[in-house]
């Protein structure tokens, strides 16, 4: 059995300078072909993250969707706050990269045991 493309992923060092948007926007150009700005944030700051992911322009370009396809952003909370984000693997979980582990995939049972939910969904519709 191949392994999934998201394998050559697992591992990458998260750093304040390398967040969870800075890898999203690294897998999406690469495998995806889609381009998106890089939004500088405090990595270490979750009130920063939570602001700038609110906030960002960047919005704009995405739409939420009921069922995410491989590929889709993934908007992640702790608590009510949107803070993390990351990308839907069609092996029903995400693929993202967390403060003191690097990049991961985690399925979606198991982002509760890393304090997360799912609080939507987004497929890129616009450069």
């Given at each position: 059995m191949t392994a999934h493309w998201a394998s050559t992923y697992i591992g990458r060092p998260w750093s304040r300078s390398f967040t969870c948007w800075h890898f999203c926007a690294l897998v999406w150009q690469e495998r995806f072909g889609i381009a998106v700005p890089l939004i500088e944030i405090d990595g270490a700051d979750p009130r920063a993250t939570r602001r700038e992911l609110s906030n960002s322009v960047e919005r704009r370009g995405w739409v939420a969707v009921a069922t995410p396809a491989e590929g889709d952003g993934?908007?992640?909370?702790k608590g009510a706050m949107p803070c993390h984000v990351g990308i839907w693997l069609s092996l029903g979980g995400v693929l993202h990269c967390?403060?003191?582990a690097g990049a991961i995939f985690t399925p979606t049972a198991r982002?509760?045991?890393l304090g997360y939910s799912i609080c939507g969904t987004y497929r890129r519709v616009a450069a």
């Open positions: 993934v908007m992640m909370a967390v403060e003191g982002l509760a045991d």
